[in-house]
């Protein structure tokens, strides 16, 4: 017997879509914090709280990703994608978006 499943009535569930936001951000804050660590004798000119931009921005970033991947992940099939290609289209729009963000966290600091 082939089970049918209602992909109509998947509802939002925040808790999960929370997760996974939290998990991004996470990704995102771990990455900008090993990479400002290696930052020595930053510039005089960047001010004395130059880190705080890219330490907020970066995660973000990740968390905007991990909620995509939510969305991705969960609904599918109402977008009419495959799973394993929603999949691959997630960690490239979470890659991407990640990169956008230290982009915009780091432009003007370590990167001119």
């Known amino acids: 017997m082939v089970q049918q499943h209602d992909y109509q009535n998947q509802h939002w569930q925040p808790a999960a879509a929370a997760r996974r ?3 991004g ?11 400002l660590i290696g930052v020595k004798s930053p510039d005089p000119a960047w001010g004395d709280l130059w880190m705080l931009r890219p330490l907020l921005i970066v995660p973000m970033a990740g968390a905007l990703g991990g ?11 109402r977008f009419g994608i495959h799973k394993a290609i929603a999949v691959v289209l997630s960690v490239l729009i979470f890659v991407v978006g990640l990169w956008l963000g230290f982009v915009l966290g780091l432009a003007g600091t370590l990167w001119h």
């Open 25 to 35: 951000a996470s990704i995102g804050l771990a990455l900008i914090t090993i990479f």
């Open 21 to 23: 936001a939290l998990t």
């Open 67 to 77: 909620l995509i991947n939510y969305i991705l992940l969960q609904y599918h099939h």
